[in-house]
């Protein structure tokens, strides 16, 4: 059960929600199933947003300090004040991407790429057939990869390693890479890029490093 903005629906299997910054946005599991989900997110601040109806706080507070703050018996948020909120409801437009139908799906019958670029990091979910070669001498962004299904080898640099599903590759910008899918089959993966937006904040401000306080 997902809202973005006023948007609220149920999300399925193979589907891409994207939260643009200051966005109201919420998840939660419905009663059916479970809900497992891949959470990505830039540096530009933690894993702790603001209620849609209070200001952002002057620092971005770690998850370590609001579980003391709660532990404690106090709000960990701000003062609730609608006229200092940042949040955005109206005028997203469609934050849902459908990218598969299932993950259970059959493979692609070609090297398929599907990318949704945001403000700060572009997401693209990515099937490959066996010995197909995606390369680049050196990367623009930094780029993180995350197996779905299959294998890919892959050099970064210097360095070579065969990865499966539940495997991370981290390419550096400005790193050369290649991932070749194995003989076994086609492969299934997720893939996050930074965007310049994003690289020339992090410059200017530098990442939120405290994640876990």
Request: with cysteine; aromatic share 8%.
């Given at each position: 059960?997902?809202?973005?903005?006023?948007?609220?629906?149920?999300?399925?299997?193979?589907?891409?929600?994207?939260?643009?910054?200051?966005?109201?946005?919420?998840?939660?599991?419905?009663?059916?199933?479970?809900?497992?989900?891949?959470?990505?997110?830039?540096?530009?601040?933690?894993?702790?947003?603001?209620?849609?109806?209070?200001?952002?706080?002057?620092?971005?507070?770690?998850?370590?300090?609001?579980?003391?703050?709660?532990?404690?018996?106090?709000?960990?948020?701000?003062?609730?004040?609608?006229?200092?909120?940042?949040?955005?409801?109206?005028?997203?437009?469609?934050?849902?991407?459908?990218?598969?139908?299932?993950?259970?799906?059959?493979?692609?019958?070609?090297?398929?790429?599907?990318?949704v670029e945001g403000?700060?990091?572009?997401?693209?979910?990515?099937?490959?057939?066996?010995?197909?070669?995606?390369?680049e001498k050196k990367?623009?962004?930094?780029?993180?990869?995350?197996?779905?299904?299959?294998?890919?080898?892959?050099?970064?640099?210097?360095?070579?390693?065969?990865?499966?599903?539940?495997?991370?590759?981290?390419?550096?910008?400005?790193?050369?890479?290649?991932?070749?899918?194995?003989?076994?089959?086609?492969?299934?993966?997720?893939?996050?890029?930074?965007t310049p937006r994003?690289?020339?904040?992090?410059?200017?401000?530098?990442?939120?490093?405290?994640?876990?306080?």
């Amino acid at each position: 059960d997902s809202v973005v903005g006023k948007d609220r629906r149920i999300v399925q299997p193979g589907m891409l929600v994207h939260f643009p910054p200051y966005a109201r946005h919420g998840f939660k599991a419905n009663e059916d199933n479970d809900l497992v989900y891949l959470y990505i997110k830039d540096r530009t601040w933690t894993m702790i947003g603001a209620a849609a109806d209070e200001a952002l706080p002057d620092e971005a507070p770690s998850a370590v300090e609001v579980a003391r703050a709660i532990a404690a018996g106090k709000y960990p948020g701000q003062k609730k004040d609608k006229t200092r909120s940042k949040a955005i409801i109206d005028g997203l437009g469609t934050c849902y991407y459908t990218f598969i139908d299932s993950l259970r799906a059959p493979p692609a019958s070609a090297h398929c790429e599907h990318r949704v670029e945001g403000t700060n990091i572009a997401f693209s979910f990515v099937e490959s057939p066996a010995g197909h070669v995606t390369a680049e001498k050196k990367a623009a962004h930094e780029i993180f990869i995350y197996v779905l299904d299959g294998e890919l080898d892959a050099r970064v640099g210097a360095k070579k390693k065969r990865v499966k599903k539940g495997d991370v590759i981290h390419v550096p910008r400005g790193k050369g890479y290649t991932f070749t899918v194995t003989k076994r089959g086609p492969v299934r993966y997720a893939g996050v890029q930074s965007t310049p937006r994003l690289e020339a904040h992090i410059r200017k401000y530098g990442a939120a490093d405290n994640w876990r306080g």
